[in-house]
């Protein structure tokens, strides 16, 4: 047998012995996949790095619309209270009986900077696989969603009043 047809065979066999070892692992359900017991180091680290290329790669092409319309981040406010604010908090609302029983945690939207408009459309879009973020695409057209990305942008600097008064407006 020559050099190329050995190293094949050993890869061959490699990869066999772990696709084996994959369904083996996966059919023992020795891995706990409950919401209340944390993923090891390892894959938590693969789930994030996946969930990071995997949103980058798709909403690097999403062209935003004005995010600095007053009237686009109202109805933002008031699809995040109906909608969002459970997982996510908003400001002076910081813990929810929802979001205690979630994992991975939501981020609390209410603290972060949400400057990668593009990012924060596909996510809301699209939602995230095993996490407890919904796809509202399927319920929500694309200009209510650019309405939530507008709200979320000026979300962090808000005081808990203004985020009350915006989440209570109604327009005409």
Known sequence: MNEVAKISLIIAATLAAVAIGGIAFVGSGIYNIGADDHHTKIVL??????????????????????????????????????????????????KSDVRAGLYPHPPNLAQEDTHDAQRAFWTIKHGIKMSAMPAWGKTLDDAAIWDLVAFLRQMPAMTPETYQQLSKHRSG
Do not use: F, K, M
């Open 45 to 94: 680290s693969i789930i994030e790095q996946l969930r990071e290329r995997s949103i980058a790669v798709r909403a690097r092409a999403i062209d935003p619309p004005n995010l600095e319309d007053p009237t686009r981040i109202a109805v933002g406010a008031e699809h995040y209270a109906a909608l969002c604010v459970g997982c996510h908090l908003a400001p002076g609302v910081t």
